[in-house]
């Protein structure tokens, strides 16, 4: 299994010296938080992005991912896909994330499958060209939908090669799934998975790997050997949280004990 890290952890850091930190951990790639106030977004030019993409690649990473804020079940989003299927396929990502970003829990039913309905129409527009750029958008089990069900029930019903599932497994567990229901649902859609840890679930401060509350464990034991593990330690929200580069060795560690894979790059 490989091992990315989300720059989600390292805000206001230049990208050579993120990629310069993710490589000396070990780690295969990362997942680039995409947003305005970051050095990607969909605004840069062909040089700037094609520099992105070199400095990356002169590190021998990855780029798994664009992680970006649009909310595909929210009818106030007005984010284009497509300037951003672009940019990843620029960059040579993988992968694209999305939000459902949904009203809530509380939702009446109506309006929750108006919400899916949405989701599903955005997506099911956006995957061909995806799939055509080599990208895959993946709906991240979040906010509305932070359950392994209710990502499925969208996912199912688009039923394209050109999406699929963001496993975020502290949202599944605040949502009430074990680690197998999540996967059960989402195996069929999955594009790779988001690991963290917690105090609890009303402290969701990040914390080491480990040292919290999550069943990282018994998530990990479910994916598959030759899938994507990334570890988004959210120090953009809390920055009061220890800073990420003194804990990427241990934490590069830790996911190599779970995964089985070997302690270096």
């Known amino acids: 299994m490989k091992l990315a890290l989300s720059t989600l952890g390292l805000p206001g850091t230049p990208l ?32 700037q992005r094609a520099s992105v993409a070199r400095t990356f690649e002169a590190a021998g990473l990855d780029i798994l991912a664009l992680a970006t804020y649009a909310r595909v079940a929210d009818p106030d989003d ?3 896909l497509t300037q951003l299927i672009e940019l990843a396929s620029d960059l040579g990502a993988r992968y694209l994330r999305v939000f459902p970003g949904g009203a809530g829990k509380d939702t009446p039913a109506a309006d929750i499958r108006t919400e899916d309905d949405l989701a599903v129409r955005r997506l099911a527009e956006a995957a061909p060209l995806a799939h055509r750029n080599g990208v895959r958008v993946l709906l991240e089990t979040h906010d509305s939908h932070r359950t392994g069900r209710a990502t499925a029930r969208v996912l199912d019903r688009v039923d394209h090669d050109g999406v699929g599932a963001l496993w975020d497994v502290m949202h599944t567990w605040l949502g009430g799934e074990t680690p197998e229901e999540s996967f ?5 859609h999955l594009g790779y998975t988001q690991v963290k840890d917690i105090a609890s679930a009303e402290d969701t401060t990040p914390l080491p790997l480990g040292a919290g509350v999550l069943p990282l464990a018994a998530c990990v034991a479910h ?18 949280a220890t800073p990420l580069p003194a804990l990427l060795q241990p ?7 779970l995964t089985g894979t070997a302690s270096t790059g």
């Open 16 to 47: 050579p010296a993120v990629a310069d930190l993710t490589a000396r951990a070990g780690y295969h790639g990362v997942e680039l938080r995409t947003h305005p106030e970051e050095p990607v977004h969909p605004a840069l030019d062909a040089a």
């Open 78 to 80: 007005t984010t284009d």
């Open 223 to 240: 994916l598959p050997p030759e899938g994507w593990l990334c570890w988004e330690y959210e120090k953009r929200w809390y920055p009061l």
């Open 184 to 188: 059960t649902h989402l195996s069929p």
């Open 251 to 257: 934490g590069h560690a830790y996911l190599a004990r």
